[in-house]
């Protein structure tokens, strides 16, 4: 049965909205949301009348995922919200979409919070008095629905520990027997962090157990073991290696699976680890593949080998307008070059895009211009571009005025996949 991934622009910041559905199209079985944020708005080009482009962007996501929602088999209820880490860009819009209006109740339940970070991570205040993510995580006992009854039906689940091996948070509703391995997978989080737990584990050496600590230098002398820990690198905390991603795995049929891979902030590192495991459900590409590229494209995502090993046919990236410190934005038109020459020499499939019926031209590709090079067009000049479209990569920045008029001014679209609609190994992919 398929699932609907709506990837909503959201400017400098990331917030995407899975619903799975059964064998009524019309009706979904779950839903979850990944991240709530974003750090500089941007209009959308079917917003709506209100004179703030902010408040027509998170009014148009509101309104969106409330229409969805509302369709459910048990309606305004979300599975999960997974906030993947603690950066504002990825929570801070939580008050405007899953609160009411009176800034005490949800506007859904919760089933399930799935977060990295400590509480005391969410440093962002809140936006129009809305209640602060550090406080919804701390208090979340406290909130009630709009329908009345508990907000959060379960207490929030921190990952606290690298994940190791692929957890299934959400199975493909199908309309009978299994559903086999499709489903919703967390797959990396807190990589790199050392485990708390690890110190005293045994190993076997032939058929009898050697009593060996692990790690090897724990059965030394106490001093050369507080000498070894004094010299080995401390452990630095870093929300983008600790981000939480996830794979979408479709319905199997001869063989053969879509995959979409959610990678949120994560960065090369995060990459190299799922390369270094190669099995497990969907590492191995037998159909469409698709890519939500890491941090929002940028410099530290997205490498050669990652693309190398999972051979995505469609990238899509979350991206905006924001400039750090003036310099530079995500994603930069250097990265952006590197990336499709990779993309364009790997074995892939056509994409096709089913044109929206306001606008049938495929949308613009947008970047920022960090160098002058062949996608740039005119003088250069170190901002924000657009460009025309490239079938199969694909970013929510889709027009840029550098100084906006009345008639005129920077916009994005929402891209909307659909994995199985019409059967296993099958999909729409749009715009709106």
Known sequence: MPAEVTFFSVGQGDCTLIVFYGSDPQQGEAAVLVDCGSKSEIDHKYNGSDPKKDVRMHDHITDEIAARLGRLKNPNTLDYLIITHPDEDHYNYLGYLLFHEDRKRLLYSV???????????????????????????EKHAEYETVAGGPAFLSPP???VRQVVAPEKLVEMPVASGSAGEAGLYLIAACTGRPDPAQGAKKRKTGTRASGELWPPFANRGRREVAAKRKAAPSYVYDP???????????????????RVFLMADTGEDVERLLISRKTGPGMRKT???????????????????????????GILISSGTYAFGGDGGIPPLSKMNEM????????????????????????????????????????????????????GVFTNLVHFV?????????????????????GANTYTLTYE
């Open 111 to 137: 089933r399930n919070v799935l977060h990295t970070g400590k509480t005391t991570d969410f440093t962002a205040a809140s936006r129009e008095s809305f209640p602060a993510m550090r406080t919804v995580l």
């Open 157 to 159: 689940r921190q990952i």
């Open 240 to 258: 983008n290696r600790e981000a939480i991603a996830l794979l979408l795995l479709g319905q199997s049929a001869a063989g053969k699976e879509q």
């Open 287 to 313: 159909w469409m593949t698709w890519l939500k590229a890491g941090h929002h494209g940028s410099r530290t995502s997205t490498s050669d080998a990652w693309l190398d090993f999972i051979q995505p046919d």
């Open 340 to 391: 499709l020459k990779t993309w364009k020499a790997l074995p892939r499939k056509p994409v096709t895009v089913r044109p929206n019926k306001q606008d049938r031209a495929l949308p613009e590709i947008g970047y920022f211009a960090d160098r002058d090079e062949d996608l740039e067009r005119g003088a250069f000049k170190k901002n924000f571009r657009t460009e025309p479209g490239i079938v």
């Open 402 to 422: 550098e100084k906006p008029t009345k008639s005129d001014a920077s916009y994005g679209y929402d891209w909307q996949l659909k994995i199985d609609p019409e």
